[in-house]
C-alpha cells in the first residue's frame, strides 16, 4: 500500500512539474482554438456552398434578379420556364405571416412566464415548471405539424366554418403559425427569464422599499432593466419562426399565394426548399439551383434579424456593478 502511494505521489509530482504542466496548458489551449477553427470553416463552407449556387441560379438567362425580389408569381416547376415565374415574394409573405402570428402568440406568453418565473414562482414551483416549459423544445416539430393537422384545423373549421360561414382551408397558415408560436415559447421564455434573473436584487428592494408591489415591480423596474436580452429573445423568437420548416410544411401547404387571409394555404421559403427536396430534380438544373436561391434569401432574412438583435443587445444593454 505504501508503494501504491507512492507511486502515486511521484506521478502527481511529474504532472504537476513546471513544464509537463505548461505543455499540458498549452495543449488544452490549442484543442480549443481548433475547436473554435473548426466551427469557422464550417459555416464559411455552409455560406461558400449555399451562394455558389445562388449565383449560378441569378446568372441563367431565364433569371431576372429585380423580377425574382419584386415578382409576385412562383412558378418554378411549371413547364416553360421565363422570368415572371420566378418571383419570390409568394414565399416571403407566406413565411412572414406565419412567423408574425407565431410572434404575438409566442411574445405575451413566454414574456408572461418569464415574469412569473422570474418574480413570483418559489424555487420549488420554479424546478419543476422551467423544466417542464423546456420539454415543449424538444418535441419534434414533425409531431406539431401534424398536431395541427389533427387538433388545430378541426376546432378552427367547427368555430369558423361551420359556425360563422367563414371558409377554412384544410392547410392553413394560421394553424401552423399557432404551432410554431407554441415551439418557440420556451426559447421566448426561458432567455427573457435568464435576463430578468440577472437584474440585481438591490434594484427590486429600492423599489420595494417605496411601496411599489410585486407587479409594479416586475412590469417598471425588472422589465425595463432586462429590456435589451428580452428584445433580443423575442427577435430570436422570431428568427426561429421564419426558419422553421417540417411544422408548417406540414401543416399551411404548399400554395405559394399573395394573400393575406391567414385561413389560406400558403407556402413559406423552408416548405419550397422540402418540396424540391423530395422531388427528382438533377443535380445543376435550375430548378435544383432555384432551392439554394431561396435558401440564400432566408439566411440573409435571418442574418439580418441576429444584427438587429446584437444591435438592440448593444444599444440597451445595463452593465450592473
Given at each position: 500500500?505504501?508503494?501504491?502511494?507512492?507511486?502515486?505521489?511521484?506521478?502527481?509530482?511529474?504532472?504537476?512539474?513546471?513544464?509537463i504542466?505548461n505543455f499540458?496548458?498549452?495543449?488544452?489551449?490549442?484543442?480549443?482554438?481548433?475547436?473554435?477553427?473548426?466551427?469557422?470553416?464550417?459555416?464559411?463552407?455552409?455560406?461558400?456552398?449555399?451562394f455558389?449556387?445562388?449565383?449560378?441560379?441569378?446568372?441563367?438567362?431565364?433569371?431576372?434578379?429585380?423580377?425574382?425580389?419584386?415578382?409576385?408569381?412562383?412558378?418554378?416547376?411549371?413547364?416553360?420556364?421565363?422570368?415572371?415565374?420566378?418571383?419570390?415574394?409568394?414565399?416571403i409573405r407566406?413565411?412572414?405571416?406565419?412567423?408574425?402570428?407565431?410572434?404575438g402568440?409566442a411574445?405575451?406568453?413566454?414574456?408572461?412566464?418569464?415574469?412569473?418565473?422570474?418574480?413570483?414562482?418559489?424555487?420549488?414551483?420554479?424546478?419543476?415548471?422551467?423544466?417542464?416549459?423546456?420539454?415543449?423544445?424538444?418535441?419534434?416539430?414533425?409531431?406539431?405539424?401534424?398536431?395541427?393537422?389533427?387538433?388545430?384545423?378541426?376546432?378552427?373549421?367547427?368555430?369558423?366554418?361551420?359556425?360563422?360561414?367563414?371558409?377554412?382551408?384544410?392547410?392553413?397558415?394560421?394553424?401552423a403559425?399557432?404551432?410554431v408560436?407554441i415551439m418557440?415559447?420556451?426559447?421566448?421564455?426561458?432567455?427573457?427569464?435568464?435576463a430578468?434573473?440577472?437584474?440585481?436584487?438591490?434594484?427590486?428592494?429600492?423599489?420595494?422599499?417605496?411601496?411599489?408591489?410585486?407587479?409594479?415591480?416586475?412590469?417598471?423596474?425588472?422589465?425595463?432593466?432586462?429590456?435589451s436580452?428580452?428584445?433580443?429573445?423575442?427577435?430570436?423568437?422570431?428568427s426561429?419562426?421564419?426558419?422553421e420548416?417540417?411544422?408548417?410544411?406540414?401543416?399551411?401547404?404548399?400554395?405559394?399565394?399573395?394573400?393575406?387571409?391567414?385561413?389560406d394555404?400558403?407556402?413559406?421559403?423552408?416548405?419550397?426548399?422540402?418540396?424540391?427536396?423530395?422531388?427528382?430534380?438533377p443535380?445543376?438544373?435550375?430548378?435544383?439551383?432555384?432551392?439554394?436561391?431561396?435558401?440564400?434569401?432566408?439566411?440573409?432574412?435571418?442574418?439580418?434579424?441576429?444584427?438587429?438583435?446584437?444591435v438592440?443587445?448593444?444599444?440597451?444593454?445595463?452593465?450592473y456593478d
Open positions: 500500500m505504501l508503494n501504491t502511494q507512492n507511486r502515486s505521489f511521484s506521478l502527481h509530482s511529474f504532472l504537476n512539474k513546471p513544464k504542466r499540458r496548458e498549452q495543449l488544452i489551449a490549442l484543442s480549443l482554438f481548433a475547436c473554435g477553427i473548426f466551427s469557422i470553416l464550417v459555416t464559411i463552407g455552409i455560406i461558400v456552398t449555399l455558389t449556387e445562388a449565383i449560378a441560379f441569378f446568372f441563367r438567362p431565364e433569371v431576372d434578379l429585380i423580377t425574382f425580389l419584386t415578382g409576385t408569381t412562383w412558378r418554378p416547376l411549371a413547364s416553360k420556364v421565363t422570368a415572371e415565374n420566378f418571383g419570390i415574394r409568394p414565399l407566406g413565411t412572414m405571416m406565419i412567423a408574425v402570428i407565431a410572434g402568440i411574445i405575451p406568453l413566454g414574456l408572461g412566464s418569464a415574469i412569473y418565473l422570474s418574480e413570483y414562482a418559489s424555487d420549488k414551483v420554479r424546478s419543476v415548471l422551467k423544466p417542464s416549459l423546456e420539454m415543449l423544445a424538444g418535441i419534434p416539430t414533425v409531431v406539431y405539424g401534424y398536431f395541427a393537422l389533427s387538433f388545430i384545423t378541426p376546432i378552427l373549421k367547427q368555430l369558423l366554418e361551420v359556425n360563422l360561414g367563414i371558409k377554412v382551408s384544410f392547410f392553413n397558415a394560421f394553424s403559425a399557432v404551432v408560436g418557440i415559447i420556451p426559447m421566448v421564455a426561458s432567455i427573457s427569464e435568464d430578468m434573473r440577472a437584474v440585481p436584487r438591490a434594484l427590486r428592494e429600492g423599489a420595494y422599499a417605496l411601496g411599489a408591489t410585486r407587479f409594479e415591480v416586475a412590469t417598471k423596474v425588472v422589465v425595463p432593466a432586462a429590456l436580452g428580452i428584445i433580443s429573445a423575442f427577435i430570436i423568437g422570431i426561429r419562426a421564419v426558419g420548416t417540417m411544422a408548417v410544411t406540414i401543416a399551411a401547404g404548399a400554395t405559394p399565394r399573395m394573400t393575406l387571409n391567414p385561413l394555404s400558403v407556402q413559406t421559403m423552408t416548405s419550397f426548399i422540402v418540396q424540391v427536396s423530395f422531388g427528382d430534380a443535380a445543376g438544373t435550375i430548378n435544383s439551383q432555384s432551392i439554394f436561391a431561396v435558401g440564400a434569401t432566408l439566411f440573409i432574412m435571418t442574418f439580418v434579424m441576429n444584427i438587429i438583435s446584437s438592440i443587445l448593444k444599444r440597451f444593454r445595463e452593465v
